[in-house]
């Protein structure tokens, strides 16, 4: 039976050096394993991601299609909301089962402007627009060119509104009530044939 003294002694987890020692080791190498982990999984769920692509794609070749875009708009108003890259090149997505192992290969279309959106925007001057489409209608270069393609956003920043902000390479934080533009290249599912009321919402 224990006496009263033995029932009111504590013994806290600190009092034992060593035990301290081998926590503050496993939590050095749990912090290993996560930081070596973390990308793996990472990389699981985008492939897992381009498999769910792929097989819907394949399911309906007739109806839906891959693009590659970049020049992502971001217009927020009060009956509007747009997220949506306005450069787009087809693509498609090639499965190799041996490794296996995904590619993603822009075709051999030409650079494509989402103009339909942009026209449907009653404050962008239309005869500046009309010239920047021109522009990209009769240029040779595809969406993965970085350089060419930021420029050609910052095109479509100064046409879209005096006061749009443009943000290279990183997706604006927060939120803004005037237009942004940022250039991150995106990989999309969408119907062939799109119209904009499916998009612009």
Request: proline share 4%.
């Amino acid at each position: 039976m224990l006496n009263e003294e033995e029932v009111l002694k504590k013994e806290y987890f600190t009092d034992d050096s060593m035990r301290v020692e081998k926590f503050n080791e496993w939590v050095a190498r749990r912090a290993n394993w996560y930081a070596e982990q973390k990308p793996k999984e990472r990389v699981y769920e985008f492939y897992t991601e381009l498999y769910r692509l792929y097989a819907f794609v394949k399911k309906e070749p007739e109806s839906v299609e891959i693009a590659f875009g970049n020049a992502n708009l971001i217009l927020r108003g009060i009956n509007t909301q747009c997220h949506h890259p306005l450069l787009l090149q087809r693509a498609k997505i090639v499965f190799n089962q041996k490794e296996p192992s995904f590619e993603i290969i822009l075709e051999d279309s030409p650079l494509q402007i989402y103009s339909a959106l942009l026209r449907s925007i009653s404050f962008i001057d239309q005869k500046m627009l009309s010239e920047v489409i021109d522009h990209v209608e009769q240029i040779d270069i595809d969406i993965n060119q970085t350089k060419e393609i930021e420029e050609m956003t910052k095109q479509l920043t100064a046409v879209i509104d005096s006061k749009a902000e443009f943000h290279a390479c990183n997706k604006p934080k927060g939120t803004s009530d005037v237009p942004q533009l940022y250039t991150m290249p995106v990989l999309l599912l969408r119907k062939k044939n799109t119209r904009l009321r499916s998009i612009y919402k």
